[in-house]
């Protein structure tokens, strides 16, 4: 029995040996590194092109057939841990987004070291060849500002702030330049001005008013990127910028005033852009549509002005017209109606004739003329002057007894008796040009009743 037992228990150690001998030892496989990729390409002679504060997209490739995970990556001394990986890392492949930050020119990033856990330690993967790459981080654009935009009827001012940090800016061609606002393809500059960097206060003036401008501003530069001097390029603009409007003047006549045969007047002005000019203002003076004088008006202050020559007891019109320039491109106006108003000379008086009766008989009355309150007369018409004698019946009705020419001096009426207790009624006329448009008229110079 004993003897069986020892039997067994030498089986059974055998088997457990047996066993043991045929586990094997769980022994993972370092990574190692494969390639770089970055921005989608691997790296070459070339450099990658970026502005300030940009990012490039970095792929490390690696042969890690055990998965083991990675900690860290090393690129510049600079450590990029676990949570700054970007989504869609693995195993064979760490993504990383690196900010070239702001230092301008070329830059070059290697790949130093990679860390990674093998389940037990940390292991450090040291990268050596094909783990470089370089980024030119390109200089920054100017910039420029336009503000505090004024205008006023022939000038437009602005601020323009103009920054350069990198100092890319050619010399000498930083400029702002004025464009009518309707001159979408910038043909007709109409005036530049130079810029300096910083800030400009600049006014455009001499302009059209009530006129829309644009002001843009351009610099030529170059960023040293191997694409050469860029020339006209535009920072910033600024749109529509409109001119005020000229004020067109305004005029009224002021104490008009009229006589026989010349009218008065005053003119009162309102010009705030001072667009009247000598010889561009006159006063027409005009009967019955028709012009009879012009006035010229070069002097602007309250002076009264005078039209004579005039007919007596007629209606003349007065007009007020300017010709001014509101200079918003339209051009004169010429013959504006500024003011207007009409008045009537006054009328002047029939001459009157100083005759006397001189004889009076039943067949003879004779009325003798002051030869100097003839000559008094004005505009009588040589030869004009008759008298006639009438006789006045109960009826107040007239009735002619006798023509008389004037001779030597007097009226000399013969008659066929005159009756007793009868109106005599004489009348004196001649033809006289009053001034008053109607010609020579005959007109009563002298009449008188007496009674036989």
């Not at 309250?302 to 918003?328: E, I, M, Q, S």
């Amino acid at each position: 029995m004993k003897r069986l037992l020892l039997i067994m228990g030498i089986m059974l150690a055998v088997f457990t040996i047996a066993a043991c001998d045929g586990e094997e030892e769980d022994v993972s496989i370092d990574p190692t590194f494969e390639r770089l990729v970055v921005a989608e390409r691997e790296p070459d002679e070339s450099p990658y092109v970026r502005e300030k504060q940009e990012s490039v997209l970095v792929e490390i490739h690696l042969d890690n057939p055990s998965n083991l995970p990675v900690n860290t990556v090393t690129i510049n001394d600079r450590v990029y841990r676990v949570n700054s990986f970007l989504e869609g890392t693995t195993p064979q492949m760490v993504m990383l987004e690196i900010n070239v930050r702001s230092l301008t020119g070329l830059t070059e990033y290697e790949v130093q070291r990679i860390e990674y856990t093998d389940g037990v330690q940390v292991r450090t993967l040291n990268v050596g060849e094909n783990n470089t790459f370089s980024v030119f981080v390109l200089r920054s654009l100017p910039n420029a500002n336009i503000s505090n935009a004024r205008v006023d009827t022939e000038a437009v001012m602005v601020d323009v702030a103009l920054n350069d940090p990198d100092g890319v800016v050619i010399d000498d061609t930083a400029r702002a330049t004025l464009y009518n606002v309707e001159d979408t393809l910038l043909e007709n500059p109409l005036e530049t001005k130079s810029l300096d960097i910083g800030f400009n206060a600049l006014t455009f003036d001499g302009l059209l008013s009530a006129t829309s401008y644009k002001v843009i501003v351009e610099v030529d530069y170059d960023r040293e990127d191997g694409e050469g001097v860029q020339t006209d390029y535009e920072l910033t603009r600024r749109t529509p910028l409109m001119t005020l409007a000229k004020t067109p003047p305004t005029g009224v006549f002021a104490d008009v005033n009229a006589e026989e045969t010349a009218i008065t007047f005053d003119l009162d002005f309102n010009d705030p852009d001072t667009v009247l000019g000598d010889g561009n203002v006159m006063v027409e003076v005009t009967r019955d549509g028709d012009e009879i004088t012009t006035v010229p008006i070069d002097d602007f202050d309250h002076l009264t002005h005078v039209v004579d020559g005039l007919f007596n007891n007629t209606t003349y019109t007065l007009k007020l017209l300017a010709t001014f320039n509101l200079n918003d491109g339209a051009g004169d106006h010429s013959d504006v109606v500024l003011a207007e108003t009409s008045i009537t000379t006054l009328e002047l008086p029939v001459p009157t004739l100083d005759a006397s009766l001189t004889t009076f008989s039943r067949d003879n009355v004779i009325f003798s003329i002051d030869t100097a309150s003839l000559e008094a007369i004005d505009g009588l018409e040589a030869g004009s002057l008759e008298a006639t004698l009438y006789r006045v019946d109960e009826n107040e009705e007239k009735h002619v007894i006798a023509f008389a020419p004037l001779f030597d001096g007097a009226f000399r009426f013969e008659v066929e008796r005159l009756l007793a207790d009868m109106d005599v009624y004489v009348e004196m006329t001649a033809k006289i040009d009053l001034g008053d448009g109607q010609g020579a008229l005959r007109r009563v110079v002298f009449d008188d009743t007496f009674g036989t």
